[in-house]
């Protein structure tokens, strides 16, 4: 099993620049989940998806970021326009049963820095 | 906010001896779970603890869950260099399906 894979590892853009952020979750898991990791917030949850449809996106910053699930395969998180206080690590995971019973597999990250 | 804190925030010990992280929750759990994450990578599950349970053990690791405290506790025995990293504590929101993390600890092990 290849785990979570995202894309880009790394991205540095400038301000104003449209971002997009992919991840491929693990085969056969039904719920998806989009993470932001700063030093000065932690780990906060941005929004997630169950069966492809968002159950929750309470934790999205604003409206300048949105996410997608068009397949069982495949998420985008996008930052448009982007600012440098997005500058953050974001964590695709996803989970087979949901976090109810189960545990989250993380990607490496998709590390953003905003100049 | 619905996040929990860690306790504490650094902890340096020596090879060889023991690790205790402790963690306080805020919301209503199905489960407790904790992760471990080394510098730049993504995160681990290392175990979960469900809201009935009190106690559970994997290897090297024992965690506790007391509900009536809304607090749980990890602890790493024989500790080894290659246990440095940060663990977070998160919460299995009770009617929701979704994980809250705390701040986390960062661990070092010194050899």
């Known amino acids: 099993d290849a785990g979570v894979i995202q894309s880009p590892r790394h991205e540095v853009t400038e301000m104003g620049q449209e971002v997009t952020l992919r991840c491929k979750p693990i085969s056969g898991h039904n719920s998806l989940f989009w993470y932001r990791q700063t030093m000065m917030r932690g780990l906060e949850l941005l929004i997630y998806f169950n069966n492809n449809v968002p159950i929750d996106d309470s934790g999205m910053p604003e409206d300048r970021f949105s996410a997608k699930m068009p397949n069982a395969s495949f998420s985008t998180l996008k930052i448009q326009p982007s600012e440098p206080r997005d500058s953050a690590v974001y964590f695709c995971?996803?989970?087979?049963?949901?976090?109810?019973?189960?545990?989250?597999?993380f990607g490496e990250g998709s590390r953003l820095t905003v100049l | 906010s619905q996040q929990g804190e860690e306790d504490p925030q650094a902890l340096s010990i020596q090879e060889g001896e023991n690790a205790t992280m402790n963690c306080s929750y805020k919301t209503s759990i199905n489960n407790l779970q904790w992760y471990r994450q080394n510098s730049g990578r993504g995160l681990v599950h290392l175990i979960l603890?469900?809201?009935?349970?009190r106690e559970k053990h994997s290897g090297r690791l024992r965690v506790t869950l007391d509900t009536s405290k809304k607090s749980s506790s990890l602890l790493i025995t024989a500790s080894r260099a290659a246990d440095t990293a940060s663990y977070f504590c998160a919460q299995g929101v009770q009617g929701a399906q979704k994980l809250v993390f705390g701040q986390g600890t960062r661990l070092t092990i010194n050899p």
């Open positions: 603890i469900r809201s009935n349970e």
């Open positions: 995971a996803s989970s087979r049963q949901g976090v109810t019973t189960g545990e989250l597999f």
